[in-house]
T-cell receptor
Framework: KNQVEQSPQSLIILEGKNCTLQ??????????LRWYKQDTGRGPVSLTI?????NTKSNGRYTATLDADTKQSSLHITASQLSDSASYIC?????????????FGAGTRLAVHP | ETGVTQTPRHLVMGMTNKKSLKCEQHLGHNAMYWYKQSAKKPLELMFVYSLEERVENNSVPSRFSPECPNSSHLFLHLHTLQPEDSALYLCASSQEITTGTRSYEQYFGPGTRLTVT
């Protein structure tokens, strides 16, 4: 069964600290993996997208890694800011029935405190 | 803003009411989607439209009825809902539906927070 598991479920860190969020997936065949940021009361917004041939992608203070062999991805946030408080959702695209399907993780809720 | 708007942003309705959610995209996309997001659960894909034609219905109860009059607008008509239908309903659009190995970015609206009493 295609699944995306994220950990931790929630995380609290102090402003300025770094953190790493994890994503494990069992989606096969695999097309690409995305990380989305969802602010409270808003829709998800894409941060990074990686195909199976890419193992790292950066977007400002956000760096995503992908290990297609172990089917694991991580999102590293550097020098956290209060505005980083949000849910971070890992989304894996797999091929099913002739077209790509997005499999969503439940997200990690990050709270950055001053 | 992502170019996808949703109205209303909040909706409270009784189980016997009939209401509609509206989504509009200003991106010139051909594909539109409805998702349900419940607390601490992954997004659940409900419906997919491509060029106003429904291409996917993920076993959604008939009390949810989608309508896509043109490629820029998508509605979700609601009737006789249950309290467990309370959730955030997200609309998204993409340039095309994803086919084969080609995956198109989906742009999400802000969602409608629905509470069924």
């Amino acid at each position: 069964k295609n699944q995306v598991e994220q950990s931790p479920q929630s995380l609290i860190i102090l402003e300025g600290k770094n953190c790493t969020l994890q994503c494990n997936y069992t989606v096969s065949p695999f097309s690409n993996l995305r990380w989305y940021k969802q602010d409270t009361g808003r829709g998800p917004v894409s941060l990074t997208i990686m195909t199976f041939s890419e193992n790292t992608k950066s977007n400002g203070r956000y760096t995503a890694t992908l290990d297609a062999d172990t089917k694991q991805s991580s999102l590293h946030i550097t020098a956290s800011q209060l505005s980083d408080s949000a849910s971070y959702i890992c989304v894996v695209s797999g091929i099913s029935g002739g077209y790509n399907k997005l499999i969503f993780g439940a997200g990690t809720r990050l709270a950055v405190h001053p | 803003e992502t170019g996808v708007t949703q109205t209303p942003r909040h909706l409270v309705m009784g189980m016997t009411n009939k209401k509609s959610l509206k989504c509009e995209q200003h991106l010139g996309h051909n594909a539109m989607y409805w998702y349900k997001q419940s607390a601490k659960k992954p997004l659940e894909l409900m419906f997919v439209y491509s060029l106003e034609e429904r291409v996917e219905n993920n076993s959604v109860p008939s009390r949810f009825s989608p309508e896509c009059p043109n490629s820029s607008h998508l509605f979700l008509h609601l009737h006789t809902l249950q309290p467990e239908d309370s959730a955030l309903y997200l609309c998204a659009s993409s340039q095309e539906i994803t086919t084969g190995t080609r995956s198109y970015e989906q742009y999400f609206g802000p969602g409608t927070r629905l509470t069924v009493t």
